[in-house]
């Protein structure tokens, strides 16, 4: 017995040592590995391979090359690590040491409906969890992984690693991090698995927005798992945000609460036009696993709105949505929108209780700007069930061209529609009411009756007063995108602008298919009528007459007839129509006569004729005596003329040709064009045309200039398909042609020779070229006997869609002068690489005085070599331009600057701009310019200072400045700031005759042909410079004599005129009046931001005559000035002035002075005379209304004068003293010759006069 036990145990042992061997030549050795992992590969349920194994299986195993595949699920791995210590386990630790893949690829296969599941029960946890090895786990890696879900985008992930270990109960997470594209995270922490369970981690993470931007955020993960669990975050970047959450009770009954504080959110990112304009807020949530609840508050601003304010009260449930006091506030405009509603019954039909009210909504939000739309106040009601809710809406709207509303609005429906709608809006005095039915699916459909009664227009359009009203039924549909539609005006009554109003018909579209049904609209002497058919063919007659335009529409006169028919199929339909009118007139536009009859039929089948003649036509300010068009013929012979007659230009054309197979070929047999600055020009020969839809060309059309010479001929061909070329030739144009737009002193001869070419291939390549010359040209200003011959000027340019180049050549052998510029651009289609030269040398600048006859220069030159480089984005200027040694003489301010000095340099650290310098002599004062300027945009930035620079110095008038001033001139504005002081000016204007006219400050000047001066256009000017006087300002003019002082500053922008804030006063001096010298107390012009031309004024004059003192004193304004005598003793007004003004009492004065002395005392009876002059020529509709006077008092008289049209002028005058009264009749024969009559009881008379103006 005991032998067999013993057997048995050596069997045992022996069959451990077999199995310890078997174990240890597996795992132990590589090869051993190797066949595991063989004897596994079958029994797997996808297929694996892997290209190598390295290693063993109780230590170190790599596979390179790794495959596994199984239906639609692929893996691919370039490489995995598995490194454990198996001799760990024998201290009660299990040790991964390193565990990862490197290079992964794995494509998921599609996802299966997973079953419905039902709630997992409560989570129990034991009071602690015992685990019978130690673990720990140093590396578990991916790199470089790349996992692709079924049907949507791979996820990247650069690398991922995660270590831990385990202390007894406490499991440690030393590192689980995260790298990838779109961001980066990083966890570590640790739970205890005994008590409470309770844990603490920290968590940092960095997510990358494309296009937006990174948000990083950092915080922890603290509490237990039996407790309570909390959740901190501190986000940055995108957003400052602030997040805090708790969960209590994670394990049976939870609850939650969340905290969202937003202290910083900038929307750039998102929405551009939201720059600048951040918001802030705060969320607070609460709740269950069956409910939640919570307010939300946000503050920010929106662009053209302002302050924007946003708070709610959140409740929600299975059951029902709550939306409470949810109210968004406007502050800057007061606008108020609340919203409070309840959706209940949620899982079963859902019920709804929603209210919304506003109050100062308007559209545009900003209140500085006229509201287009605005509503005070406003209530929308839905209540009931989904599938039978009631609507019901009241809101009172107005806006700038919005006439103020009251709307109500009752609607019971559902889903698809309202089965019954009423609308009613009273406004304008009366209401509108629309009723019926309308659906939106399964397709939109309707039926309504619109009414509208009492309806008075002039309540907000006050040139539109009327009472009227109408009755329209509609129903319709729209099935698979086909308009179905009947209207029917049933009736339109009232009046409008007195005039009665009338109307009904009947409307009805079916598809494509459209028929009028004795459609009949009266207004006053206004008739329009309509029936026919408009489908696959036409049928339709209209009818309009209205025979006087004055009593319906403002600012309109006239009468006008037409009538016409369309006919035929609807894609070659015939229109004939006729229309007349006379004395048409609206808004300044006016045609006084309008005759014409056309017959077009698009498919020929009978000859067209068209016949058009207007007269006297007035439209956007040109003036156009007569205009006709007339043609006609058959598809194969037709032509057509044109003839245009007004003072600007004559135009003369005819049009000869046929349409053969879509093409119209012909030609232009006639063109005759005369303008009184290019003089009368002709066509040569008949020019060939053919127009198509996909081509045109012109052979030879020739113009010559029969007054002066020249020729200019255009020939070319276009397709849409195809090669198109075109060419140009310019010869021998006089350059006398230029004489309106030169100086009048200068006289110009020669001509403009130029040949222009441009092709199109037909793959859209273009190519062009072009040259011009100016040949036999010289300048001459013969009243000083100056002159210069231009020996050589041309400009030469050609490109194609990739480069372009130019050329100009200018020479003057007379003066040794010379520029030659050149510029090209490269790469037009991409960054447009620039290239470019300016070489300029002047010896001789006297020719200036040619072009510029208001100056002299009697010396200078100019030499320049500037540079062009870069691209058009960003160019660059390299070089200089000087002129040095100038000297200009200025005839007509009497100055003369001396040694001149300009140069324009590049700069270094601004390859855009150019610095600029210079200087100048005048007076022996000298003025200096600074700066930089930017010749591409253009813009420029100069500093000028100067020291007692004569800017004057005429016999009469001498002024020196000392400027600080900086100027800046970009394209839409010129902005000057700083100060000019006038230290030293002498102001003597010349004696003005005794028969001297001044011009009234109305007039406006018109040109010898009778047109206003146009307005002045440009860069707005932004001015805000201080004007200061000096000590040595003296002033002798029309009897003032002494020195002023003071200061002002003006300013100017865009909006208003330019204004000014100041004073300008007298310091010492006197004023002469009628012989008489008078001593000035004071005297200032004071400005207080109003017109520069409109100063307050505060003057005080006093003389001494024996015993005797009198004086005036001046108040109020330039415009509206209020003058006042005093006198010690008191006197009358008469005696006042004649002491002033003589120095001796009324009775002591000679007749010449009393009639001087009536003609003041009528002017100041008469002050603020014109005010109500101008108040009476709008009550009377008179066009003048003033005083007239002679010597005396008894000569004043009234007159009223009256425009009976454009060119004819009465005035009527009566005496106001003596019974005298005479008639003046004025009538413009011509625009030169004017014809007057003076009828009077005095006596009669006629004259003509003839007036010439330059």
């Known amino acids: 017995m005991?032998?067999?036990?013993?057997?048995?145990?050596?069997?045992?042992?022996?069959?451990?040592?077999?199995?310890?061997?078997?174990?240890a030549a597996i795992g132990l050795t590589e090869t051993g590995t190797s066949w595991l992992v063989g004897r596994v590969q079958p029994l797997l349920p996808g297929e694996l391979s892997y290209r190598d194994l390295r290693g063993r299986l109780l230590g170190r195993?790599?596979?390179?090359?790794?495959?596994?595949?199984?239906?639609?699920?692929?893996?691919?791995?370039?490489?995995?690590?598995?490194?454990?210590?198996?001799?760990?386990?024998?201290?009660?630790?299990?040790?991964?040491?390193?565990?990862?893949?490197?290079?992964?690829?794995?494509?998921?296969?599609?996802?299966?409906?997973?079953?419905?599941?039902?709630?997992?029960?409560?989570?129990?946890?034991?009071?602690?969890?015992?685990?019978?090895l130690q673990i720990r786990v140093d590396s578990i890696y991916g790199r470089q992984l790349r996992i692709e879900p079924y049907g949507a985008e791979p996820l990247l992930i650069d690398s991922v690693e995660l270590g831990l270990h385990s202390e007894g109960r406490r499991l440690v997470l030393d590192r689980f991090d995260i790298s990838a594209p779109q961001g980066e995270l990083a966890l570590a922490g640790d739970v205890d698995a005994a008590g409470d369970y309770p844990l603490d981690f920290s968590l940092q993470w960095r997510a990358v927005l494309p296009e937006y931007g990174e948000l990083s955020g950092s915080g922890g993960l603290t509490g237990s798992l039996r407790s309570q669990l909390s959740l901190t975050q501190q986000l940055q970047g995108l957003a400052d945000l602030a997040l805090e959450a708790q969960l209590h009770d994670p394990l049976g009954a939870p609850q939650w609460q969340l905290t969202l504080d937003l202290t910083r959110f900038d929307p750039e990112p998102f929405v551009a036009e939201l720059a600048g304009h951040a918001l802030s807020g705060k969320v607070e949530l609460q709740g269950g696993l069956e409910a939640a609840s919570g307010t939300l508050s946000v503050d920010g601003s929106l662009p053209d709105v302002g302050a924007v304010a946003l708070s709610a009260e959140l409740e929600a449930s299975p059951e029902q949505l709550r939306l409470g006091d949810a109210r968004i506030r406007l502050p800057d405009t007061g606008a108020l929108i609340s919203i409070d509603g309840l959706v209940s019954a949620l899982r079963t039909a859902p019920q709804l209780d929603l209210r919304l009210d506003w109050q100062g909504l308007r559209y545009p939000l900003p209140k500085d700007v006229p509201a287009q739309f605005a509503s005070d106040k406003g209530e929308l009601r839905i209540t009931g069930p989904l599938e039978d809710y009631r609507l019901e809406l009241v809101a009172a709207l107005a806006g700038e061209q919005v006439p103020a509303a009251d709307l109500t609005l009752e609607g019971q429906g559902n889903l698809q529609g309202f089965s019954v709608l009423a609308l009613r809006i009273d406004s304008l005095g009366g209401e509108l009411t629309l009723d019926g039915q309308a659906d939106w699916a399964p397709q939109p459909a309707w039926k309504l009756q619109a009414r509208a009664r009492d309806i008075d227009p002039g309540l907000q359009w006050p040139e539109w007063q009327g009472t009227l009203g109408f009755s329209l039924a509609t129903e319709g549909s729209l099935a698979d995108g086909v308009p179905q539609l009947l209207a029917t005006l049933e009736s339109l009554s009232g009046q409008l602008r007195d005039q009665p109003l009338s109307g009904e018909g009947k409307v009805q579209l079916q598809g494509s298919d459209l028929t009028i049904d004795r459609l009949q609209l009266g207004w006053g002497n206004a008739k329009l009528a309509a029936s026919g058919q408009a489908g696959e063919q036409l049928a339709l007659d209209w009818q309009l007459e209205a025979s006087d335009l004055a009593t319906l529409l403002p600012d309109a006169a006239g009468k006008i007839s037409a009538r016409g028919t369309l006919s035929g199929p609807r894609e070659t339909p015939a229109l004939a129509a006729d229309i007349s009118a006379a004395a048409l007139a609206f808004q300044g536009n006016r045609l006084e006569q309008l005759n014409g009859a056309l017959a077009l039929d698009l498919g020929w089948r009978s000859p067209a004729r068209i016949d058009l003649e207007a007269r006297n036509i007035l439209a956007a300010g040109q003036s156009i005596d007569s205009l006709s068009l007339v043609g006609g013929g058959a598809q194969q012979d037709h032509s057509l003329d044109l003839s245009l007659d007004s003072e600007a230009a004559t135009l003369a054309m005819r049009?000869?040709?046929?349409?053969?197979?879509?093409?119209?070929?012909?030609?232009?047999?006639?063109?005759?064009?005369?303008?009184?600055?290019?003089?009368?020009?002709?066509?040569?020969?008949?020019?060939?045309?053919?127009?198509?839809?996909?081509?045109?060309?012109?052979?030879?059309?020739?113009?010559?200039?029969?007054?002066?010479?020249?020729?200019?001929?255009?020939?070319?061909?276009?397709r849409a398909a195809g090669e198109s070329a075109g060419k140009l030739r310019l010869e021998r144009l006089p350059l006398a042609l230029l004489s309106p737009w030169i100086p009048t002193a200068t006289q110009i001869e020669g001509f403009v020779n130029a040949d222009a070419r441009a092709q199109l291939a037909a793959g859209g390549a273009l190519s062009y070229q072009a040259h011009l010359t100016l040949d036999e040209t010289r300048l001459t200003l013969p009243d000083e006997g100056l002159a210069f011959d231009l020996d050589e000027a041309r400009i030469d340019a050609d490109g194609n869609q990739n480069r372009g180049q130019a050329e100009l050549v200018l020479r003057l052998d007379d003066v040794d002068g010379r520029m030659n510029a050149s510029v090209a651009v490269d790469d037009l289609q991409g960054q447009g690489k620039l290239s470019g030269q300016l070489q300029l040398a002047l010896e001789d600048l006297s020719f200036i005085s040619v072009l510029v006859p208001d100056i002299r220069v009697g010396g200078g030159r100019v030499n320049g070599d500037i540079r062009l480089a870069g691209n058009l984005q960003q160019p660059r200027i390299s070089g200089a331009l000087a002129l040095d040694d100038g000297r200009v003489e200025v005839p007509a301010s009497g100055i003369a600057l001396e040694l001149l000095q300009l140069k324009l340099r590049d700069d270094p650290a601004r390859p855009d701009h150019m610095l600029l310098e210079g200087s100048a002599v005048s007076g022996g004062g000298e003025l200096s310019l600074s700066g930089d300027l930017q010749p591409l945009l253009p813009s420029a930035r100069i500093d000028i200072r100067g020291d007692r620079f004569q800017a004057v110095g005429t016999p009469e008038i001498q002024v020196y400045i000392s400027p600080q001033m900086q100027v800046e001139y970009r394209s839409e504005r010129i902005a000057v700031r700083g100060e000019l002081v006038v230290p030293e000016a002498m102001i003597t204007p010349p004696t003005v005759s005794a028969g001297a006219v001044t011009v009234s400050p109305d007039a406006v000047i018109v040109d010898a042909d009778g047109e206003p001066e146009p307005l002045p256009f440009g860069p707005v000017m932004d001015l805000s410079l201080r004007l200061t006087l000096g000590e040595k300002v003296q002033v002798d003019a029309f009897g003032f004599r002494g020195r002023l002082t003071g200061s002002m500053m003006l300013t100017e922008d865009a909006r208003r005129v330019t204004r000014a804030t100041g004073n300008i006063g007298v310091a010492t001096g006197e004023y002469t009046l009628y012989g008489q010298d008078m001593a000035i107390e004071r005297g200032s012009l004071v400005y207080t931001g109003g017109p520069v031309d409109n100063p307050g004024l505060n003057l005080r004059v006093r003389r001494e005559v024996e015993d005797v003192i009198v004086g005036a004193s001046v108040a109020g304004s330039l415009r509206q000035p209020s003058f006042e005598l005093f006198s010690q003793p008191s006197m009358p007004d008469s005696s006042k002035l004649s002491y002033l003004m003589f120095g001796r009492a009324p009775g002591a004065s000679t007749t010449g002075e009393q009639a001087a002395l009536a003609k003041l005392a009528l002017s100041l009876g008469r002050e603020g005379g014109s005010a109500v002059g101008e108040k009476l020529t709008e009550t009377l509709n008179i066009d003048e209304i003033g005083f007239g006077g002679g010597d005396t008092l008894e000569e004043t008289s009234l007159y009223l004068g009256k425009y009976l049209s454009p060119r004819l002028y009465i005035k009527y005058g009566v005496g106001l003293l003596e019974p005298t009264s005479e008639f003046v009749m004025r009538y413009q024969l011509t625009k030169k010759l004017v014809f007057e009559s003076n009828t009077g009881t005095e006596d009669s008379g006629a004259d003509l006069f003839y007036s010439l103006e330059r």
């Open 2 to 23: 005991k032998r067999w036990t013993l057997r048995v145990l050596l069997g045992l042992l022996l069959l451990l040592l077999l199995l310890l061997g078997a174990v």
């Open 61 to 132: 195993l790599e596979l390179e090359g790794l495959e596994y595949r199984q239906q639609a699920l692929q893996l691919t791995a370039g490489r995995v690590e598995f490194a454990w210590t198996p001799a760990a386990l024998l201290q009660g630790r299990l040790q991964l040491d390193s565990v990862g893949v490197d290079v992964l690829d794995l494509k998921l296969p599609p996802g299966t409906e997973s079953p419905e599941q039902t709630p997992p029960a409560t989570l129990q946890l034991p009071d602690s969890i015992a685990v019978p």
């Open 655 to 718: 049009l000869e040709g046929g349409l053969f197979e879509q093409q119209w070929r012909g030609r232009l047999s006639r063109l005759e064009l005369e303008q009184p600055e290019a003089g009368r020009w002709t066509l040569e020969a008949p020019a060939a045309l053919v127009l198509a839809a996909g081509s045109a060309s012109s052979e030879s059309l020739c113009l010559a200039a029969q007054n002066a010479g020249g020729r200019l001929c255009v020939d070319g061909q276009w």
